[in-house]
């Protein structure tokens, strides 16, 4: 089945994934001391924001911000790391 609904939602649930690995990536960014481990954290948090923007074009969304958030107020638990 293709559709632009199911690549909708589709991009709706793989958002919030991508800004759970940003998130563990900025938890090793504040909290970590292994340098090869930080620039790889620095590495993936690049990398998941661009495939979060790619995905939001892919489909027009611009109701969902980088956080994975919503513009009627749904927000990740990335809120709570920051």
């Known amino acids: 089945m293709r559709s ?3 690549t909708s939602i589709s991009v709706a649930m ?17 909290y970590g001391h292994n340098d090869e481990l930080r620039r790889l954290a620095e590495t993936i948090v690049a ?3 661009q495939h979060i923007s790619v995905m939001n074009g892919a489909v027009g969304n611009a109701a969902v911000d980088a956080d994975g958030g919503s513009a009627a107020g749904f927000r990740t638990h990335s809120k709570l790391i920051r």
């Open 4 to 6: 632009p609904q199911v």
């Open 14 to 30: 793989m958002i919030p994934q991508n800004q759970a690995i940003i998130d563990v990536a900025r938890a090793e960014l504040l």
């Open 47 to 49: 990398q998941q924001q």
